[in-house]
């Protein structure tokens, strides 16, 4: 099993900054941190970005995003931040160390669970414009099995599916006693603290749980403009293609939202072959 650290950097505090647009939902009860581990390169293995994520859990909804998405969003759209994360950018440069810089580590996703009653919300900046597409809040179909194991002091017992084109193993803990888990994971008789999938292409790892001085569940908007509303196959189809380098003239959620009159700022990428592929499989 891997080996992990957590490393929370706060270089300043957030709070310091200009508010974004933003509603809060409800208080938190609880919240846990992760370490995602996810391989960049499927093929040989040898490239694994780490990033930090928060799952807060409230009374009927949770919140699940990336920390070094947040930290990035967060000082890069506010005018005093700016200047910050420009001068941690070039010094991270400067000395070939990149573990302060301000970056999206592995995804631009806000997910938030029964929000609206009965939805998962997705919004997102990972294509050319912000983005947001609801889906069916449902339990994957789980199958638990005999075997047992500690993780941070808690018994946790084991679950496997198939979700969305991947096999997954799920080690959760009865003795807490919240239905949630990382990502948009749910429907277990207790809190997932890890999981992964077949191909350990993407691992979760709980490294901490907090009940005190937790934030309330929040709707973050750092850029103060609407998200345009889209479907979750169509939105991951074009980020394929966007990613990959198709010419963004082919790609036709991008076409859609020009022909729309928003104004998109992109530069063209270069045509290439994506080493690794999204968590969600099934929008081929």
Same mark, same amino acid.
């Given at each position: 099993m891997k080996k992990f650290i957590v490393c929370f950097i706060v270089i300043f505090n957030l709070t310091s900054l200009s508010s974004p647009k933003q509603k809060v939902l409800g208080y938190s009860i609880k919240e846990v941190h992760y370490q995602l581990y996810m391989h960049e390169d499927t093929i040989r293995k040898n490239k694994e970005v780490i990033d930090s994520m928060i799952l807060r859990i409230g009374?009927?909804?949770? %919140?699940?995003?990336?920390?070094?998405?947040?930290?990035?969003d967060s000082l890069w759209t506010d005018t005093n931040g700016r200047a910050i994360a420009e001068r941690l950018t070039l010094e991270a440069f400067? *000395?070939?160390?990149?573990?302060?810089?301000?970056?999206?580590?592995?995804?631009?996703?806000?997910?938030?669970?029964?929000?609206?009653?009965?939805?998962?919300?997705?919004?997102?900046?990972?294509? !050319?414009?912000?983005?947001?597409?609801?889906e069916e809040y449902l339990s994957q179909k789980w199958? !638990?099995?005999?075997? !047992? +194991?500690?993780?941070?002091?808690?018994? &946790? +017992? %084991?679950? !496997? &599916?198939?979700?969305?084109?991947?096999?997954?193993?799920?080690?959760?803990?009865?003795?807490?006693?919240?239905?949630? #888990?990382?990502?948009?994971? *749910?429907?277990?008789? #207790?809190?997932?603290?890890?999981?992964?999938?077949?191909?350990?292409?993407?691992?979760?790892?709980?490294?901490?749980? +907090?009940?005190?001085?937790?934030?309330?569940?929040?709707l973050y908007n750092f850029h103060d403009e609407e998200?345009?509303?889209?479907?979750?196959?169509?939105?991951?189809?074009?980020?394929?293609?966007?990613?990959?380098?198709?010419?963004?003239?082919?790609?036709?959620l991008i076409n859609e939202v020009y022909r729309g009159g928003k104004k998109l700022n992109y530069i063209q990428r270069p045509s290439r072959r994506l080493l690794y592929d999204f968590q969600e499989l099934d929008y081929k």
């Open positions: 009374e009927d909804i949770s %919140q699940f995003f990336s920390y070094h998405t947040f930290y990035y400067r *000395n070939r160390d990149y573990s302060k810089m301000p970056e999206v580590r592995t995804t631009h996703d806000y997910i938030y669970k029964n929000y609206p009653e009965g939805t998962i919300t997705t919004m997102t900046r990972g294509l !050319v414009a912000g983005f947001t597409f609801e199958t !638990v099995t005999d075997s !047992v +194991k500690q993780i941070l002091n808690y018994t &946790c +017992k %084991q679950a !496997v &599916c198939n979700f969305r084109g991947r096999q997954w193993t799920a080690w959760f803990s009865p003795d807490i006693e919240f239905s949630d #888990g990382p990502w948009k994971f *749910n429907g277990l008789p #207790g809190l997932i603290l890890e999981i992964y999938d077949k191909s350990s292409d993407y691992y979760y790892i709980a490294t901490e749980i +907090k009940e005190k001085s937790i934030p309330p569940l929040t998200f345009i509303p889209t479907e979750r196959s169509a939105y991951l189809q074009a980020r394929y293609l966007y990613l990959t380098g198709e010419p963004i003239t082919e790609i036709d």
